[in-house]
C-alpha cells in the first residue's frame, strides 16, 4: 500500500526532525529538504502529495521554491510556514496556490489537522 508523501522544507535541523516524527507517526510517508535545490529534486524524484513550506531559506527563498515546484506537479499540495509578519510573502504565496499558512512558532497539533484535512490518508478498503 503506496503512502501519502509529504515534503518538509526548512533550513532549521530541528523543525524537520519534529515534523517528520510527527507525521511518520500519523502514517505518512515523509521527506526532507534543508534548501530549494533538495526540494526541488525531491518533488522531481518521488512526487510528494503534499509540501510543508517555510518561506524563510537561505539561498532560494519559499516564494521561488514555490514557483518553481508549480513547474515541476502544477497541482503540487503546499502548506507555508512563515515567521510573524511577512504578510506580502502569504499574499504572494496564496496567490500561487498555498493552501493555508502557519506562523512560527507553531502549534503541532494544528499544522497535523490541516494536513489531514489537504491530505487524508487513504484507508485499505
Known amino acids: 500500500m503506496l503512502k501519502e508523501k509529504i515534503l518538509i ?5 530541528g523543525i524537520r526532525i519534529l515534523l517528520n516524527e510527527v ?7 515523509t521527506f526532507q529538504a534543508a534548501n530549494g ?3 526541488l529534486e ?8 503534499l509540501v510543508l513550506l517555510d518561506m524563510k531559506i537561505p539561498g532560494m527563498d ?4 514555490l514557483k ?12 507555508i510556514m512563515t515567521a510573524y509578519g511577512e504578510l506580502d510573502m502569504i499574499q504572494e504565496a496564496k496567490d500561487l496556490g498555498a493552501l493555508t499558512h502557519f506562523a512560527k512558532p507553531f502549534d503541532i497539533d494544528e499544522i497535523r489537522d490541516a494536513v489531514k484535512k489537504y491530505l487524508p490518508i487513504r484507508t485499505n478498503q
Open 37 to 39: 535545490f533538495q526540494a
Open 42 to 49: 525531491i518533488v522531481e524524484n518521488h512526487s510528494p502529495d
Open 62 to 65: 519559499g516564494i521561488e521554491i
Open 9 to 13: 522544507v526548512d533550513d532549521q535541523y
Open 68 to 79: 518553481r515546484m508549480r513547474v515541476v506537479d502544477q497541482d503540487i499540495r503546499v502548506i
Open 23 to 29: 507525521f511518520q507517526k500519523e502514517g505518512y510517508q
